[in-house]
């Protein structure tokens, strides 16, 4: 629905360059119309909401985006200021955060009529943890050869890690996964048949054609086997006996938060493990802060490990700027480059 919806918020002031969530996700509250009400028929536009929260550990553009939502309701923003590009997360990052995150407990209780419990916090952090850590398994099952999933497969199993994190629905879903999964790698059946190349896909999904590319790398015998933003819902770090102390330092230790020198030592980390041939890097028109191939990034990757990279053009919604002929045409070449090497 996106491209349809994008519009609409263009037509109100919010450029085509910005954000194609904040450009959907407004255009369809002007449109008045929801993706939900196929699943849910009593929920026919974007629900009001009573409070809403942000952290700008992703990008600026959260903040302002739901600062339109709040100023529409006339409800409360509430939020985290995290700073951006960090080397090393130190005590003083963990600490500013965290004091943030204490004082948002007061703001919502105002708000909300559930006083906060301490308890309870520790119960759901706890299994948000275990569900990072089996998330992070599952992901990790992607290191075997033939690899038994793709990254297109872990951008749909990891809605229970977006959405239902801190539940134990979440934690059971991914241990039925998860021996799944081991079984295919113990019969060797592979997510693509003969795997022959194995890439890494680093930026955003191109929400409108996973099927698309999905089956494009499969029939070249190509299996995008991980991706950085698969690996965005691993939180490591949780501990409930420390609850806000480590939830400030996980949410701060993710990938997109961090330095280009940071997370050139971790691709580079991803290439070794996960046995990568080739990388696609994603430049998508409308997310700078999760494109990572505009400065100098792949090149510089390929010249200390000798792993080739290829860049795409699109976008994680706004399929104005993504040509799929374009695309092929070069993730073609790419395989051929890779059957020469
Ligand atoms: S990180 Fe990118 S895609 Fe995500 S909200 Fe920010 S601008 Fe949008």
């Known amino acids: 629905m996106a491209t349809d919806l994008i519009p609409y918020a263009n037509a109100i002031g919010y450029s085509p360059e910005i954000c194609s969530y904040l450009t959907a996700d407004i255009g369809a509250y002007l449109k008045k119309v929801t993706p939900l009400s196929k699943a849910y028929s009593d929920i026919k536009s974007i629900p009001k909401p009573n409070v809403l929260v942000f952290n700008t550990n992703q990008c600026r553009e959260v903040q302002d985006w739901f600062g339109w939502f709040a100023n529409e309701f006339n409800v409360p923003l509430v ?99 998860l021996v799944e999964l081991e079984e295919r790698v113990e019969n060797h059946i592979g997510a693509v048949d003969n795997e022959l190349f194995r890439l890494y896909w680093e930026g955003m999904p191109i929400w409108g054609r996973l099927r698309h590319y999905s089956e494009l790398f499969a029939s070249l015998n190509a299996c995008v086997v991980a991706s950085t933003y698969c690996n965005s819902w691993i939180f490591s770090a949780f501990d409930e006996n420390d609850p806000f102390r480590s939830m400030a330092k996980a949410y701060t230790e993710l990938f997109i938060v961090r330095s280009d020198e940071y997370k050139e030592k971790y691709l580079k980390k991803m290439i070794d493990f996960f046995k990568i041939d080739g990388i696609v890097f994603h430049d998508a028109k409308t997310c700078p802060h999760n494109t990572n191939s505009r400065y100098g990034m792949p090149q510089r990757i390929e010249l200390e490990t000798g792993v080739p990279n290829l860049v795409i053009n699109g976008d994680l919604n706004d399929l104005r700027c993504l040509s799929d002929e374009q695309s092929q045409t070069s993730i073609e070449a790419f395989i051929e480059q890779l059957e020469s090497n």
Request: aromatic share 8%; net charge positive; glycine share 6%.
């Open 79 to 177: 939020g985290i200021s995290t700073p951006r590009t960090i080397g090393e997360v130190t005590n003083g990052h963990i600490t500013f955060i965290a004091k943030q995150m204490e004082t948002l407990v007061k703001d919502l209780e105002k708000v909300s009529t559930i006083k906060f419990e301490l308890n309870k916090l520790k119960e759901v952090l706890a299994l948000s943890r275990e569900c990072s850590e089996l998330w992070k398994k599952v992901l990790d099952t992607a290191a075997n050869i033939p690899s038994p999933l793709t990254f297109f497969d872990g951008t749909i199993h990891m809605g229970p890690a977006v959405v239902m994190r801190g539940t134990k629905q979440a934690v059971d879903y991914y241990k039925l996964l």
